[in-house]
Every structure is written in C-alpha cells, then in structure tokens.
C-alpha cells in the first residue's frame, strides 16, 4: 500500500514531484493528439453494426409487418415490429411506446419544449407558470442541462450516491415546491459515475408525492443494455411498472435509443410512458411531422430480428469496450490507489468513469492532461450551468481512443493528477 | 360550348339530375374505395429511388468529404457534400444553408416553436408578447395552418391569386401591425392552386417594411422542381437574393426538403435563411440534437450525385404524375366546361389541383363523392380553422391512385359536382 500523499513531508513531495514533472515533461515532448472527452463509440464498435447497410436493397419488400409501405408518409408512431422490439428493450408493453427519430436527445428536448409552450396533459404551460426548476443529480449529463438552461429553466443540484440520487432531499424538495417540475435521471450505468439506481430508489421514484401535478421524472436508460461484462451486469427495477403499482402511472418519461447499439446518429430513438402521456405527446407530434424515417426503423428490425439479436450485438461492443474500460481502471489504481489525491466507481457498465480530485483540483488537472495532448471533458461540465461547486468531478470517456491511446492518455491523466494534487497539497500547508 | 346550368330552365336540369342520377347510383354500387386526399407519391414513384438502398452497403467508406465518419456523432450542419446539393436545389450559397433532419414540417414546427419560447433573433419569445398573429394565403396548406393553430396563434385569412397573394392586403397589415409576426407561403406550385407566384410579388416581399422587427416569411419551397412538363415550366425569383438586394437579407426563412424526390419520410430537410437567421437557429439546434442523420445524408448524394442528377430524377417523376394530372383535368374541362359551376386552374406542377365549386357546395360535393367511395380532403382543411368562409374551395391530389383509379374518381367527381350543384341553383330560384 502507497503511502498517502497528505502524510509525505514537503521534502518527499518535491522529491516526488521533480520525478514526475520529468515524465510529464517527456510525454509533453512528444506532441501527442488524444482524446478522452465524448462518449463516441469507436470505429471498430461502428464496423458491427456495417451489416445493417445490407438489410435493404432495392429488391427488398419494404412493407412493414401491416403491409404498409415504409417509403411512403404515415405510422406516426413507429411500425409495429419496432415498437415491439423498443418496447422490449424499454421492458414496457406496447402500447406504452412511441417510436420518433434518430435521437433521444431531441426527444427530451422536444418533451421539455412541449412541456414549456402547451403544457403536461391540460396543465397551464410551464412557460407561463414563472420560474419552473429541475431537479439534477450530479454530476450529470451535460446535455440534459443544456436543455433545461436552454429553457431558463433554473436547475437545483441533488447529490448522486452509489444507490442513486440523495431521495431524502428529493422526496422532500418534490414535494414541497410546486415549481419543481422535473428531475433528470439517468438510472443506470449513470453519466458520468457508471453507478445504477438501487431497488429503494427506484421504489422511492415510484412513490413520489408532488407538489406540482405536472412534474414528471426524465428517465433516461441510455445504457440500458450497455454491459461490460456477461456475468457481472446491473439490474434496476421498471420505473414505469413500479409507479402503475404505485397508483402513479402518469409520473415517468423514459427515454430510449439505438444510438450506441447501431449508430449513433442513424439509431432510433422512443420514449415509453403511460398511454396518457403518450396520448399527450401525439397531440404535439401530429403537427410536428409526417412520420419518422419507417425505412431506418425497418433497417434496424431487419438487422437485428429481437432482443437476442440486440443482446449478442451487445456482447460484441462489451468486448471491445471492456479492455478500454479496464486500462483506464487499472491505471487509476495502480498509480493512485492508497495516494487519498482522488476517488472513483468501478463501473460495470456505460460510457464513463468519473474521477473525483481533492477539492478545487479539476480545472488544474483537466488543463494540465490538455498540456500533455490529452482533451478531457471540460471540468465542471457534469453539472448545471457548468459549475462544479467542489471544482472536483472529471468525466473520462474511454471508448473512442485505441487501447494504445487509451494507455498513453490514462498515464498522463494520472500524472497530471498527480502534479496538481502535490502543489495543492503544499500551498495548504 | 355547353349551356350553363344557371341558364338551364328547372325542367331541364330536373331531366339533367335525373341522368346524373342514374350514372351515380351505378358507380356507387361498385363499391369503389378510391383515394384522392393526400399529396402522397405512388408505388411507381417510390420505385424510382430504390436504387438509394443500394449505394451504401457494408463494404462502402462511410467518410464525408472532409473525412469525418457519418456512422459517428457530428456535423451539426450537415456534411458538406449534402449542403451543397441542398444549396443548389434551394437556389443560394452554401454558407445560407442548414441540413435538418428527415421532415421539412419538423423544420418549421421546430421553427415556431423555437420563435414562441426563445424569441427571433435575440427579440421577447413571441409567446411573451401578447397575442401573436399570422397571414395564410388562402387556399393553403392545411398543415401550416395546423401548427400556428397549435401554438395559437391567430390566423388572418389573405387571398390568393394566380400572382400569389393579396400584396396590397400583406403590405398594409405587415407595415402597421406589430402583432403580425409570420405569413405561410407556398410560392411555386402552390398547395393547393398550382400557382407559382409573379416576379412582382416575390420582389414585393423582399421590400416588405414589416412592423414588427420579429417577422418573417415562412416560404416552403416543397415544390421547387416538381414539374410536370419539360418545356413548359415557372420559374420564380429566388427570394433570399431579393431579400439582400433590399437590405432586407433576415426577412425569410426558406423550406425545402427531398421527401417527394427521393422517399417521403425518409429525406432530408433543409432551411435556407440569412447567417444571421442560421446563427439563431443553430443556437437552439446545439441543445435539440447532437447531429441528425449523416448516413441518410450521404446516401442522398451518392445516390443523385448532383443537381442534374435530381433533375433526371424528377423528369420520372413527372412521367408518372403528368398523364394523373391530365385525366384529372381533362376531365374536369370535358364534363364542366362550360357549366359556370366551378373553376380550377391548370397546374404546371406541384401536388395538387384546386377546385372552386358554386358558393356553399364543397362540403356537400366532398360527402357525395365519399358516399360513392371516392375520398376527398375534407372541404375546409385548406383554410385556417378548417373554415372555408365561402365553403367552395376542394383540394384534389391524383398522386397516388393508379390511372384507372383516378379515371373513375375524377368521373365521381365530376357527377357529384353537377349534382350538388344543380341542387344549389334549384334551392336558390
């Protein structure tokens, strides 16, 4: 066992700290170019999906599973054998799903845009009820925040342990403040810990008592089904089971896609609630479009046939990912673990692992790696309006790199750690 | 020349109904179901572009011509190589062009909603500023009038001519009231008349003086090179460029979209404005979305290549649409020449063809054809409100049935008009 940096005398640090800047200064050397700072899949994970380029072809039938052409206008809400398929990766029926376009993303964002100019299900809009606010986990998704900032909708941080968001504060937060309308959750293999929502949690959501009959839970499964490993995976309950058991149907949007199954961007995207929810949210999409791309909805069926299909698709990127994840792991372990300079989950699962600095360290270290060649995440990102108030939280996302880049990155990362760590420690003394 | 109705004396057209009648009853104990509602392209046209399935398959680069992976997320814009063809196919430069996603409706629900919540160009959301209103040519598209309905916003009924509307009419109540914050304009090929408007009336909306500094023209240009004859074509100005040379360069957004040249549903959509305008729409786009489809982009440009490609395209299309349009019209100067009981003009392209029946007549001939199994778009829709004030204008679409379908719906058609008709002049004697 190391021996923790905060016990070290001055003089073992700078003694450290000159061996270090050494390192730093050759990798600094080599003008290296890489990136850790989006969730994007890598080439090799897009080449699984290259198949689905060759489901249809000029000679296909493509008439979905009711005879209806897919080239033509119509089936608002998704053809049927693509409801069935995203109703059973969404584990709702399916007549509690609703297909839309290629992103989630605008899913939520046209969900909350909804919400502000018409209102949820009858209620005066939010945009004319004054200041609405979010509930937000954190750290969190930057792009669920910049819709609710996008919005002015003013956004109050909750914090997020291993078991999911502090409920005691949320329980009392929701049901207090009429103007709390929503929360943003992403419930497993969360963005950016990797930790998944226990059962207590999950139940605690159901059995919500707002203040406002318009709020509603963002529930977004992004990483549903995005194992690392076959025989160690979460499991959360189903929000939307859990709140039907709870007399409280009406409370939850969950919000689905293939982006990081097939291609992120050409995936398809659904949103599964109660039928009154949908009800609502079909009045909006009447107006707002024709129909959405039926041809890709059927690419994707095609090509993936069922669940099984997804699932072993699934096992394929795990594979890939798996090493990726685990350098970055290893690393963190093998030279921080024991220093007490940071502290981290061991995701099973997702597209990220958050690293938590001593305090006031995440800036420094984000520009230091970047010094080095290294893009992170812009610290301070994983929270609402971009402030970290503890300028702690640092989001790796180690998919898109090689494991080779992945190797170089993760040593710099942990040096810059390292370095900025030691001067914080001696400017406290 | 026939005698007109109105000049028949009551025993004559007594004897007239009754020969219609006997014909009517024949064809509606066929038991026909025929489908003349919709702007929705047939099986043969659809067929045209199944070609499109097969330009990219598991094998193909998948890189844009700057390199970037189109299976990966990015290119908000959209890859250079669709913005140039979209930048062609809308008339200007590339730099004044935006790829959307697969519907240019989404585009301009997208775009009023973005107006009513964040406002124009940096100006108080419209939803903020009291009750804002809307000009409609009339007859127009039913689903423009769908969306500003939705957001409530109030709609004022413009005429529409065979030059395009009632300028005299837009520039007053455009100069004087500041509630009056967009119009709906359909310039070529008008939904549903067919007309294209004059050089005169595009330059007079270029030289609008708006009161409100938030106004613009909303023009969907769906049917820029939809044709039906090769050598017999409008031609309009190109808007944005007369925008510019009035100083007036942010007053329009344009809509273009290739649903009806490649698959409905299935496109890709574009808006073509001022970088001033795109500037503003990007800003919203940043939180809707992170990119929309670059494959369904990349498959459109290899599929045409290039704008001579699109033009072959639509000469196809125009091969199966002209001999529709012609029965329809055909039949129509054959059966009601003469009769003083309806007017239409002859489209040179577009979607549709719009019929003025005797004043008070439109809703009673739609329910008289659907009564012998021919489906109209229900008489009103091509009004605001569903309301057509003189309840005479029906909106025929002959894309989608087969000829010998359409023979026999425009035949039911036309009997149902005389006999509506001969109806109206008895009752009013």
Chains 1, 2 share one sequence.
């Not at 509690?96 to 018409?118: E, P």
Request: glycine share 8%; aromatic share 8%.
């Amino acid at each position: 066992m190391k021996k923790p940096f905060k016990e070290m005398s001055r003089e073992e640090l700078l003694q450290e700290k000159s061996v270090l800047e050494a390192k730093y200064e050759e990798y600094k050397s080599r003008g290296l170019q890489l990136d850790m700072s989006r969730g994007k899949p890598s080439k090799a994970q897009l080449d699984l999906s290259n198949g689905m380029m060759d489901v249809l072809n000029s000679d296909s039938d493509m008439r979905c599973v009711t005879g209806v052409d897919c080239r033509n206008y119509g089936v608002m809400d998704g053809i049927p054998e693509a409801r069935h398929l995203l109703a059973e990766m969404s584990e709702v029926p399916e007549k509690n799903i609703l297909i839309y376009g290629n992103s989630s993303l605008n899913v939520m964002f046209d969900t909350v845009a909804r919400a502000m100019s018409m209102g949820v299900c009858g209620h005066t809009p939010w945009g004319l009820q004054g200041k609405v606010k979010f509930l937000c986990p954190v750290p969190g998704y930057d792009r669920h925040f910049g819709i609710t900032e996008f919005f002015g909708i003013e956004m109050i941080n909750v914090p997020l342990y291993t078991t999911g968001p502090d409920m005691d504060m949320v329980e009392e937060l929701v049901s207090s403040d009429p103007m709390i309308k929503g929360i943003w959750c992403v419930p497993k293999y969360s963005n950016p810990t990797g930790i998944s929502y226990s059962d207590e949690t999950v139940r605690r959501f159901a059995h919500l008592k707002p203040a406002a009959p318009d709020f509603r839970i963002f529930w977004d499964n992004a990483y549903s089904i995005h194992h690392l490993y076959d025989d160690d995976q979460d499991v959360i309950l189903e929000l939307l089971t859990e709140c039907e058991k709870a007399g409280n149907e009406d409370l939850v949007y969950k919000f689905i896609s293939t982006s990081k199954v097939s291609f992120p961007g050409s995936g398809i995207a659904a949103m599964a609630a109660s039928e009154a929810n949908l009800a609502d949210a079909r009045k909006a999409m009447f107006y707002q479009t024709i129909g959405h791309d039926k041809l890709n909805q059927l690419r994707h069926v095609r090509f993936f046939k069922d669940m099984d299909g997804i699932r072993a698709h699934m096992k394929k990127h795990a594979d890939i990912l798996r090493p990726k994840f685990e350098a970055v792991l290893d690393t963190l372990d093998r030279e921080l673990g024991g220093l007490e300079i940071g502290s981290w989950v061991r995701p099973k699962g997702g597209y990220f692992i958050a690293f938590d600095s001593l305090e006031g360290c995440a800036k420094k270290i984000v520009a230091k790696a970047k010094e080095a060649g290294v893009t992170m995440t812009g610290a301070g990102a994983t929270f609402p309006y971009g402030k970290d108030p503890k300028d702690s939280n640092i989001r790796i996302a180690p998919s898109f790199p090689t494991p080779e880049e992945l190797a170089l990155a993760a040593e710099i990362f942990v040096l810059s750690v390292k370095l900025v760590s030691i001067d914080k420690i001696l400017e406290s003394r």
